[in-house]
């Protein structure tokens, strides 16, 4: 067909200058026919492969738009937890603040209470332990004055008074050893 369009062509630049109307006519139909199948078999699957390629490409674009939403909604979520995350650790420093101080006190007091114990013990072995000296001093006052008093008599008493005595002495010990 294309060379039928070409051979016409030629003939009528041959006729130079005259229009003959069968050629008109007949480059007319073959110029009708070659839009028909250029449209069919070329403006079609062009516009076809146009269409795909404006579809996808308007695809593409709607995915991204909903990509970048996500992507901001994420960033958003992320940023809500992320004020949530410095919120709760400033309330866990906080509360930790508060625990430590109030140990703090606890053990302070426990030692307050524990140096006054041991103050308190320390002041009872004290007192029990001079109690025991006294004691042992009282027990050697008492002996010295017995040993003392026991020189004195020694040298008061003749010899018949201290056997007087101690007949005396004898005779109350089988009284209250018969007593029994």
Do not use: C
């Amino acid at each position: 067909m294309l060379a039928a369009l070409q051979t016409a062509a030629l003939g009528a630049a041959a006729g130079h200058g005259a229009v003959n109307s069968g050629d008109i006519i007949f480059q007319l139909v073959a110029f009708i026919l070659l839009m028909l199948l250029l449209r069919k078999f070329a403006w079609g699957p062009l516009m076809g492969v146009m269409k795909q390629r404006e579809e996808h490409i308007a695809n593409e674009i709607d995915q991204a738009e909903k990509r970048r939403q996500e992507a901001e909604k994420l960033l958003e979520e992320q940023r809500e937890l992320l004020k949530q995350s410095r919120q709760e650790a400033q309330t866990i420093l906080e509360n930790a603040r508060k625990l430590a101080e109030e140990q703090k006190e606890q053990i302070v007091a426990s030692a307050r209470a524990e140096a006054e114990r041991v103050k308190e013990a320390a002041k009872q072995e004290i007192e029990r332990e001079k109690e025991q000296a006294m004691a042992a001093l009282r027990e050697q006052v008492a002996s010295l004055s017995v040993l003392i008093a026991s020189k004195v008599i020694e040298r008061e008493l003749t010899e018949q008074d201290q056997r007087k005595l101690i007949e005396a002495y004898i005779k109350d010990i089988q009284e209250v050893g018969g007593a029994r």
